[in-house]
């Protein structure tokens, strides 16, 4: 199955470093019988690339737990794509939402997408609203509109080392 987990860019640098990587909770998104039927319309492609913009929504909330630590966060969205065994659907927490088996090793990695530098301030408020996005702050609610107008970049797994070397 393709999924798509929201990560951080301190979360990639570890996926370089260790080969491998721990979501966080084991949560990912993927196109699920449950978003096929949300939607309604759309190809395969379409409703991927719905799961793949919840998972970066979901990018901003770790933005967010690592700037609340005090750990220094840049702010840039990332999901990883990658093809897992073992995901299992998870409808109680939304239609996309699948719970992973077990860490995420570097060889399935279809791709990494990661916002550019001109997203970076529209990310950093909108990880800071994103709780009140989500209960309908309208303010909130065009915030975070403003950091999802940025679309993410795409790499190849092989080009992750140059990626983090040129942050």
Not at 29 to 34: S, Y
Not at 73 to 92: E, F, K, N, Q
Request: proline share 6%; hydrophobic share 50%; aromatic share 6%.
């Amino acid at each position: 199955m393709r999924v798509y987990v929201p990560a951080t860019i301190a979360m990639l640098r570890r996926l370089d470093e260790d080969g491998e990587l721990v979501a966080v909770d084991n949560t990912a998104f993927a196109l699920t019988p449950a978003l096929r039927e949300y939607y309604r319309t759309g190809d395969n492609d379409e409703l991927e690339y719905a799961a793949m913009l919840e998972a970066a929504r979901a990018s901003l909330r770790l933005i967010a737990a690592e700037l609340a630590q005090d750990v220094p966060a840049m702010s840039r969205r990332a999901v990883i794509s990658a093809d897992v065994d073992g995901a299992t659907l998870r409808p109680d927490l939304d239609y996309a939402v699948v719970r992973l088996a077990g860490p995420v090793p570097l060889k399935v990695v279809a791709a990494v997408h990661v916002d550019t530098p001109e997203a970076e301030t529209a990310v950093r408020a909108a990880s800071a609203v994103i709780d009140a996005a989500d209960l309908g702050d309208p303010d909130a609610e065009f915030t975070l509109g403003e950091a999802e107008d940025h679309e993410l970049s795409w790499y190849a797994p092989q080009e992750l080392p140059f990626l983090l070397e040129l942050l």
